[in-house]
């Protein structure tokens, strides 16, 4: 039960394999009363799961952040136990792209000797990762999140970790996932990987720049703005914004008429009317979660776009603020 509980690339983002954990899981010490530590904010292809597992019997502890995103990880050490068998543990938020201390998290486990599992689909191809100088055990990566293809994806399986796959098939991948592999897709990861590598080996930084020029105009010009998540370090290419007197869905429709593409939390949530679940443990007495705004920045946005979306996204807030001013409507007409 416990690998569909790290399968975010396999399952959710990257159809990779329903296949991630051996070891200590492959015993069955999750059904027999192990726990699983994780976090509130997780994307919901590994919160669910979790969440699953509890309905069936299994201890699950989901640590809290703070108010910029933070995990605290001595919160991590104290919740550790003899029953502890598994943590799992984004390295990027989806939605604010805070970054947690995975090296530092991977590290605690090791000396615990706990498996470690990072969902790392929001870090790959952001900031450089040296997999050869962690402690990780299992990491999920998902092409499409580096200009890849979508669909495909992969588990990287350290070394030294006892591995067993969940469903038994072919021969294929060294064993560790039966099924014809699907070598185009395979390929496109590959070679998305090679050149996101190269961007990252260039040291070009258009991406920050792009979004510290975007989030710096917007604040100066959008009374009642703040970003999600501002003081935690964060991945170069996402910015979530909160801004006071709109409805997140309202903002959406105005923006997309203007060529803006932007989300309410991200893609994964979209068709769901459920406020933020990152936010809403960011800020649990607060609003922000069902008015704020995704903005996501890629090296091949140009610096025409980054100047059209500091034009419109303040014009749009504006209107959306007047709308909803009692007596607009009356004043209108």
Known sequence: MIHSTLAYSAVAATKAGQSETGGKFATGRIRH????????VEHSAVLRPCQDLERRGCLVTFLGVDREGNVDVAELEAAIGPETVLVSMMWANNETGVLFPIEKIAETCRQKDLLFHTDAVQAVGKIPIRLRDTAINFLSLSAHKFHGPKGVGALYINRRTRFRPLIAGGSQENGKR??????????????????????????????????????????????????????????PNTSSFSFEGIESSAALLLLDRHGICCS??????????????VLRAMNANGDSA??????????????????RAIEVVPKVIGKLRQSARPGAVAAAT
């Open 33 to 40: 009363g192990g726990r699983v530590v994780t976090t509130a």
């Open 178 to 235: 039966g099924g014809t592999e699907n070598v185009a897709s395979i390929v496109g990861l590959g070679k998305a990987a090679e050149l996101a590598a190269k961007y990252l080996e260039e040291g070009k930084c258009s991406i920050r720049s792009f979004r510290n020029r975007f989030e710096k105009s917007v604040l100066e010009s959008v009374n009642g703005a703040s970003v999600n998540g501002a003081g935690a370090p964060r991945i």
């Open 264 to 277: 309410a939390a991200s893609a994964c949530r979209t068709g769901s009317h459920d406020a933020s679940h």
């Open 290 to 307: 069902r008015r704020s705004l995704r903005f996501s920045f890629s090296r091949f946005n140009t610096e025409a776009e980054i100047d």
